[in-house]
């Protein structure tokens, strides 16, 4: 039985992370997927700059390279009411296949190993954690996504509806502005359609929507998208895929024992806009160091995220509830059309672990009146 320091199950930005984390810190590292890599994974493929940064400080200085910055979003608001401005820090839209690809040479390049297995079976015994009878490792990190079997494992339920949201996203040509685009439809709510460019003559364009006790289909979810991107000729689009997305509203617990969980495992996906990766890097971050110490792993990694995001998430939360009512998402898209600092606010918000402040609220406050 092969024994190890610290187990990450799942190789995407979350494991990458974590076993980047982990090998800074000194320790022996096996990463597990059941994938081979490159391989494709559904999302918008937007990358912020706040991930880049995490990425940066765990010796990943270029996971964005040859792809160009996208400098301006336009949001849409239910009513119709748009505005378009600079971000404070341009995006970007990176393929997963390639990102994560890169994330994942990172880490086999700083030392983990790199393992294609399905994890069936974990168990803690004597003090380590056991891997299908066939590894051990004094931690492990559950960066297996939304139906993470780490989480499983640990007792913690799937997020329910209300807090948890499908999108279906696929590739067609690029509109002609360099923008990020976000079109929220009162149809569904909360639910937005949206269109990145990549910079190769595509872009990654969607739709998704929050689930409420019922099944949504393909045909719904294609229908939406078609009516709210413009000018898109459904015919043209391709690698279509659907996937979950657990919201941070409804978190588990971060860990017990010895094994804990990051990214989408833990639910987190920002429940303002959707956006997963700077979470998802920066809680691998979090969980690889914390696992490399080995005792306490659960509560020190716990401990780590509340100092870390505890206040975005209370603010993220209450962006939410406001977001839930399409009148006060009409009247944050005025406000940030008419003051350039609630846009930033705005912006940080939903792309990084900015706050929400008096300000902001005041502004909203005024343009709903």
Not at 48 to 77: C, E, W
Request: charged residues 20%; proline residues 7%; glycine residues 12%.
């Amino acid at each position: 039985m092969s024994d190890y320091d610290v187990a990450v199950v799942g190789a995407g930005p979350a494991g990458a992370s974590a076993a980047l984390a982990a090998r800074r810190a000194g320790a022996s590292v096996l990463l597990l997927d059941r994938a081979d890599f490159p391989r494709d994974k559904p999302c918008g493929d937007g990358i912020a700059p706040h991930a880049v940064d995490v990425l940066a400080g765990l010796g990943v200085p270029d996971p964005v390279d040859g792809y160009p910055p996208v400098p301006v979003l336009r949001l849409v608001s239910p009513s119709g009411a748009e505005v378009a401005r600079t971000l404070p820090r341009p995006a970007y839209t990176v393929p997963r296949k390639v990102f994560d690809a890169r994330l994942v040479e990172a880490a086999v390049a700083a030392g983990a190993e790199l393992r294609r297995h399905t994890v069936r079976e974990l168990a803690e015994r004597d003090g380590q954690v056991v891997v299908d009878g066939a590894f051990t490792a004094r931690a492990l990190v559950g960066a297996d996504g939304a139906g993470s079997v780490v989480r499983r494992a640990l007792g913690f339920a799937p997020n329910p509806d209300g807090h948890l949201a499908i999108a279906m996203r696929g590739y067609a040509p690029a509109r002609p502005v360099v923008e990020q685009l976000i079109v929220t439809s009162s149809a569904g709510w909360p639910a937005y359609a949206w269109s990145f460019p990549i910079g190769d003559g595509r872009a990654n364009i969607g739709y998704g929507e929050v689930l409420r006790g019922r099944p949504l289909t393909r045909a719904h979810l294609l229908d939406r998208m078609a009516a709210l991107l413009p000018g898109l000729d459904p015919a043209g689009v391709t690698g279509l895929r659907a996937h979950h997305l657990p919201l941070s509203t409804r978190r588990p617990p971060a860990g017990r024992g010895r094994m804990v969980l990051a990214g989408d495992a833990l639910s987190l996906i920002n429940p303002f806009t959707g956006e997963g990766i700077f979470y998802a890097v920066l809680s691998g971050a979090l969980a690889g160091a914390a696992a490399a110490r080995g005792e306490g792993v659960a509560g020190r990694y716990t401990a780590a995220l509340r100092r870390r995001l505890g206040r975005h998430f209370r603010h993220s939360r209450a962006a939410a509830w406001l977001g839930g009512r399409q009148r006060m998402v009409d009247a944050a898209v005025r406000a940030a059309a008419q003051d350039a600092r609630v846009f930033g606010t705005l912006a940080e918000l939903g792309l990084g672990e900015g706050l929400l402040d008096a300000r902001t609220l005041v502004r909203i406050g005024f343009a709903a009146r």
